[in-house]
């Protein structure tokens, strides 16, 4: 079974660097949008394992780390994709996104 603590931990140390980062703005996108699709497989492998502790866990990381449109567009792709799957729900995506534009989800 996947340590998803373990993993969490890696990704906001990613976080940690990116934000730190002088990337310019298009490897900044490519470094934002790697790291979104980083936090939103995990989300889909804590989902698979049951593990669903780890999967509210990863939702509120990644909506903590939604700042900007770029952001909100790649969270409605990544989201848009998982919620096809079955793994989201657009009432787990609002619980941690409310203040977003979250009513394409529905």
């Known amino acids: 079974m996947k340590n998803f603590d373990s993993e969490l931990y890696k990704i906001i140390i990613e976080l940690e660097k990116y934000y730190e ?19 939103f497989s995990l989300i889909r492998e804590a989902h698979i ?23 909100i567009e790649l969270v409605e792709e990544f989201s848009k994709r998982l919620i096809d799957e079955g793994v989201l729900t657009p009432m787990e995506l609002e619980k941690h996104f409310s203040e977003f534009s979250t009513a394409r989800w529905h």
């Open 21 to 39: 980062s002088d990337l310019s703005e298009a490897e900044d996108s490519a470094e934002n949008a790697r790291i979104k699709e980083c936090i």
């Open 49 to 71: 394992s049951g593990s669903f502790e780890a999967k509210e866990k990863l939702l509120s990381l990644l909506s903590e780390n939604v700042g900007c449109q770029e952001d």
